[in-house]
């Protein structure tokens, strides 16, 4: 603010004011005769004095004074306060930067985190998903509830299909509230089985032990029966029904499988599974119609595009390989199913290594110099001769392998003693056949022993 133009205006409003008086205005004082001729001379030559000639009365200049000392005390406490507060911003500006930039880097460090939990869970499917899901939790990266984890593994892009089935298919009472929770994201109203199926064995693959499959079949079950209520009469019928079309679609576009069932074959199967009576036989024509013109799919993330020939492995893992003609040991992920074993170099790829078919094979344990927890598969009727395999060599080719027996290195004791055992139960049926089985027996048995 220009205080001198303030006090410039103000003198010459009291000089307006001067002349103002002078025109006609009468005053009236103790010493001085207002209404005389000589007295208004007087006052008016003092008043031009004065106010013509630039000098003020002098209380007049007293109070003018003051006031611009106290104007110059508030511009002054003004300019204080403007400094002061334009210091409180810079410090308030500097305090959001380092806010914003902290806040940055607990982002960038939440990310690497969760990425980092994604990848655990990743790294090894029959093992180390659950590591992953615990690294999440305790990092406060994922709500430690069963809905919570189910929706992380139901939406979350880049995980492992193979690793969500194993982890869902633990017997643990978190696993099976988690399982749950996971199902109950599924809607199945208004589909009939296989379309259901189709949307349930799209979001994970199923383990190769049979009680993970038993456990998540079940919980399949209940959901389908909740949402399409009235078409079983129980969810056992739908649980045999369902296993029986997985192992439909297996034998139907499994090339390994030479006799292909027939629909009389696939209804002759299912009767009398629906409480000691028989489904509609439009209903089956319509399940394996379907099944015949469209196989079951999975994810590419799963490994491969056999997707028939992956689809339910009977046990899967990491494992060692001696080569046959260079006598290295390479890690490789081996999986079981359909009588052969399959091994790959990742558990991403889409074709394998090696293809090792189990027939006129038998498997035992073995001692070697340099490795432990060893099995050993060979032809007990052909022996020194080269087992029928094949694998690709580096240019991608197919050829055949140069093995007259394979070696293999577990892990532990334990493992090698159950790779032994799935691979002498591959060689001799398929485990689905008694889950499916057994669930038969017990709605048969049940139906005839009500009153």
Not at 198 to 208: A, N, T
Request: with cysteine; hydrophobic share 35%.
């Amino acid at each position: 603010m220009d205080y001198s133009l303030e006090l410039n205006y103000r003198v010459s409003y009291v000089v307006r004011g001067a002349d103002k008086m002078d025109s006609g205005c009468s005053y009236s004082g103790s010493n001085t005769d207002m209404t005389s001729p000589s007295g208004t001379s007087s006052m008016g030559t003092q008043r031009k004095d004065s106010f013509l000639w630039g000098k003020a009365p002098a209380g007049f200049i007293q109070v003018e004074k003051k006031q611009t000392e106290g104007m110059k005390v508030h511009k002054n406490d003004i300019l204080d306060d403007i400094q002061k507060l334009r210091m409180d911003i810079e410090n308030v500006m500097t305090e959001i930067h380092t806010m914003e930039s902290n806040q940055e880097n607990k982002n960038v460090v939440r990310a690497k985190r969760f990425l980092c939990g994604k990848k655990k869970f990743n790294m090894d499917p029959v093992k180390a998903s659950a590591k992953g899901i615990q690294y999440l939790l305790n990092n406060d990266l994922l709500e430690n509830t069963p809905e919570a984890v189910a929706e992380f593994l139901y939406k979350e892009e880049g995980l492992g299909k193979t690793a969500i089935g194993n982890f869902l298919g633990e017997r643990e009472e978190f696993h099976l509230q988690i399982l749950k929770a996971f199902v109950d994201l599924h809607e199945f109203s208004d589909l009939n089985l296989v379309q259901a199926l189709r949307q349930f064995l799209w979001s994970f693959r199923l383990p190769g032990e049979a009680q993970k499959i038993d456990r998540m079949m079940e919980a399949f079950a209940q959901r389908y029966c909740t949402c399409n209520t009235g078409v079983f009469q129980s969810t056992d019928t739908c649980y045999i029904l369902s296993f029986s079309i997985i192992m439909l679609n297996t034998s139907l576009h499994n090339p390994n499988v030479k006799d292909k069932p027939s629909l009389e074959r696939f209804i002759s199967m299912n009767r009398s599974i629906n409480n000691g009576g028989d489904l509609p036989s439009d209903l089956l024509t319509k399940l394996f119609e379907s099944i015949k013109n469209e196989p079951f799919k999975i994810p590419e993330d799963d490994g491969n595009d056999l997707t028939h020939t992956f689809f339910n492995p009977d046990r899967e893992g990491w494992l060692l390989k001696e080569g046959g003609r260079v006598k290295t040991w390479k890690r490789r992920w081996f999986i079981l199913t359909d009588s052969c074993l399959y091994y790959f170099q990742y558990t991403t790829d889409k074709e394998p290594k090696g293809i090792i078919p189990l027939e006129n094979l038998c498997v035992k344990e073995v001692d070697d110099p340099h490795k432990q927890f060893c099995l050993e598969l060979s032809n007990p009727h052909c022996r020194g001769q080269k087992i029928k395999a094949c694998k690709t060599d580096p240019d991608g080719r197919v050829v055949m392998g140069k093995h007259q027996s394979y070696r293999i290195s577990a892990a532990s004791a334990e493992e090698r003693d159950d790779w032994v055992e799935a691979i002498r139960a591959c060689i001799t049926k398929d485990p689905f056949y008694d889950l499916v089985s057994a669930r038969r027996k017990r709605v048969i048995s049940s139906v005839y022993t009500e009153p």
